[in-house]
Nanobody
Framework: QVQLVESGGGLVQPGGSLRLSCAAS????????IGWFRQAPGKEREGVACISTSDGFTYYANSVKRRFTISRDNAKNTVYLQMNSLKPEDTAVYYC??????????????????WGQGTQVTVSS
């Protein structure tokens, strides 16, 4: 069975940094898409950053480009999201998601196959 476990969320001041981790387990195939998504109160869940385990191509939402970096360690089956220069509008529950077929990192992101529990990120002074 597939499991995704996030960690690293918390409270940070504007301009600060956090690093989120997502540990994936239970996949029977080597190739899958994985990424980070977030949902703020009263808003739709949106894609933040995604990465392919096969070729390493990445996607970033325009709102986080030049501030967030997604990376992976295939040997550990772990994906990271380094978040720098955090803003109050980054406040949300951050989710890790994966899909064995085609990961959706924009548009209808809820169709992605597997989801973690989520971790709260709050940016406030």
């Amino acid at each position: 069975q597939v499991q995704l476990v996030e960690s690293g969320g918390g409270l940070v001041q504007p301009g600060g940094s956090l690093r989120l981790s997502c540990a994936a387990s239970g996949f029977t195939e080597d190739d899958y898409g994985i990424g980070w998504f977030r949902q703020a109160p009263g808003k739709e869940r949106e894609g933040v950053a995604c990465i392919s385990t096969s070729d390493g191509f990445t996607y970033y939402a325009n709102s986080v480009k030049r501030r967030f970096t997604i990376s992976r360690d295939n040997a550990k089956n772990t994906v990271y999201l380094q978040m720098n220069s955090l803003k109050p509008e980054d406040t949300a529950v951050y989710y890790c998601a994966a899909d064995r077929h085609e990961l959706s990192c924009s548009g209808d992101v809820l169709k992605n196959e597997y989801w973690g529990q989520g971790t709260q990120v709050t940016v406030s002074s």
